[in-house]
């Protein structure tokens, strides 16, 4: 399970293009399969991007910097949810209209991206990617588009699904959120005054600036020379948010704040209600690491059960030079994760996971414990089982490959290979979270989709023939 990107802009400062890299850094987790930074000196826009992690993009180091160079910046990082990991999908998406020249960074799934295509493709529009990202630049260069007095607003309103997006044009940025808010995208300020945007606060952190407030769903904040402003494309409060609760379960850095709470207190708090859900008799509580340590640790709290590091992770495993499918995350996840024996031997073993998508690669650390000496192991998960697929920009399997799709608690105990399962309910989730239950995407557990979708459309759904057999090889 992987999530789609990450974005990070600033305006104004000398150290624009150095800030936006070390941002990127901070918002690695969120993609690691190809990176890029736009930059603009108030009139021409420049764009560098390639595949892989933020540091191999740029492992030129100063030259790149110099020629980018400019003090207005935005970056991406990019995992693959719409158009598959090649270089001509990664962002920034430089294109050049009757307007001038915009790059656009992009976080999400836009749901309706294919019938658009169709539609501009039925009239001879040419397409050089297969992201869905690229289709807002053909709304922006529509003539009865550009003639609208809000451009943007007005493009925006022919999008559906999930999104957060940076526009850099030659003089400014504009930061834009879809009217339910899915995905996060945060306003911060550098000390010298700065205004920087990110998809998470962690990145304020590593270039340092302070939070300052999140884009409203439906809003649209520009960063210039006369400092922030925004506007609404949809009324405020005409739709209820469906902010994605898997971004505080999973995806996010523990120091991110974000939907109006801290990631790792959230975390903790799930844990803690786990506990309550599902206690058991046991000698040690286990995370498996990252994302899963702040849960265990509220577990623990709660249970009086010691808490320790039975898994370790490895954060120098990179991934540049495999794809994104099964085999590659099964081999990732072995050399990412390592037991330790002294912990678990001979004891009754808590292992707390943020959630369970296929089961294959838990059950295989399930078997690596057992051969370590676990003598009891209780799963427990903080979140429900997960029985549908994402259409909103996290890269879930099919419905048929979710562990929990077809299977109740006991066939789900029975693959794991485990002593006990036991899954947050989702009453007790939603009443960890912050905000009231409805504004809170909830249709991986319950299947309850906010925005309509259509179940054929996949990732792949915009790819062609050609593209597939001659593209080039990654960098
Ligand atoms: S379906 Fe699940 S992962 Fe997707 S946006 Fe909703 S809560 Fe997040």
């Not at 962002?91 to 799934?109: D, I, K, M, T």
């Not at 270039?207 to 405020?236: H, M, W, Y």
């Not at 650390?365 to 029985?387: D, E, F, N």
Request: charged residues 20%; contains cysteine; glycine residues 8%.
């Amino acid at each position: 399970m992987k999530e789609c990107c990450g974005l990070f802009g600033i305006f104004g400062d000398a150290e624009a293009v150095e800030k936006t890299y070390f941002g990127l850094h901070s918002l690695q987790h969120r993609g690691q399969e190809s990176a890029g930074i736009a930059s603009s000196n108030g009139e021409i826009i420049q764009c560098y991007t390639g595949m892989g992690t933020v540091r191999r993009v740029f492992r030129a180091g100063r030259d790149i910097f110099e020629k980018l160079s400019n003090p207005i910046a935005i970056g991406h990082v990019r995992y693959s949810t719409a158009g598959s990991s090649r270089a001509i999908n990664s962002q920034p998406l430089l294109a050049e209209y009757s307007r001038g020249q915009v790059a656009v960074a992009h976080n999400g799934n836009l749901i309706n991206a294919p019938l658009l295509r169709d539609e501009y493709e039925a009239h001879g529009s040419i397409f050089k990617s297969t992201s869905d990202t690229e289709i807002i630049t053909h709304l922006l260069a529509k003539p009865t588009h550009v003639s609208n007095p809000d451009t943007l607003g007005h493009v925006l309103n022919h999008l559906q699904g999930a999104y957060c997006l940076l526009f850099l044009f030659a003089d400014r940025i504009e930061a834009a959120r879809d009217p339910y808010g899915i995905r996060p995208l945060c306003i911060g300020q550098t000390e010298q005054g700065c205004h920087v945007v990110a998809s998470e606060s962690c990145a304020f952190d590593a270039v340092g600036a302070q939070f300052i407030c999140e884009v409203e769903p439906g809003e649209i904040v520009k960063l210039d020379k006369n400092g922030l402003s925004s506007r609404f494309f949809v009324t405020p409060g005409t739709v209820t948010p469906a902010h994605c609760l898997f971004e505080h379960i999973y995806f996010a850095k523990q120091n991110s704040t974000f939907f109006g709470e801290n990631v790792h207190e959230f975390r903790k708090k799930l844990g803690r209600q786990l506990a309550v859900e599902h206690p058991v008799d046991a000698d040690v509580v286990i995370p498996v690491p990252d994302s899963g340590t702040s849960a265990a640790v509220g577990y623990a709290e709660q249970s009086k059960i010691p808490f320790d590091m039975g898994l370790v992770r490895s954060h120098y495993v990179g991934r540049t030079f495999i794809s994104p499918d099964q085999r590659s995350r099964e081999l990732e996840v072995k050399l990412k994760l390592a037991i330790v024996k002294e912990v678990v031997s001979g004891k009754r073993v808590v292992v707390v996971d943020d959630s369970i998508v296929r089961g294959t690669t838990t059950r295989g650390k399930i078997r690596t414990l057992r051969q370590a000496g676990a003598k009891q192991i209780h799963m427990r998960v903080s979140c429900p089982p997960i029985r549908f697929p994402c259409f909103y920009g996290v890269d879930f399997p099919t419905k048929e490959e979710l562990l929990a799709h077809n299977r109740n608690l006991k066939q789900i105990k029975e693959f794991l290979e485990v002593d006990s399962v036991g899954y947050m309910s989702l009453e007790g989730l939603l009443n960890c979270a912050a905000l009231p239950a409805e504004n809170y995407c909830t249709a991986c557990w319950n299947g309850k989709y906010r925005i309509p979708v259509d179940f054929s459309v996949n990732k792949f759904s915009m790819e062609c023939y050609q593209m597939q057999m001659f593209d080039e090889p990654d960098a």
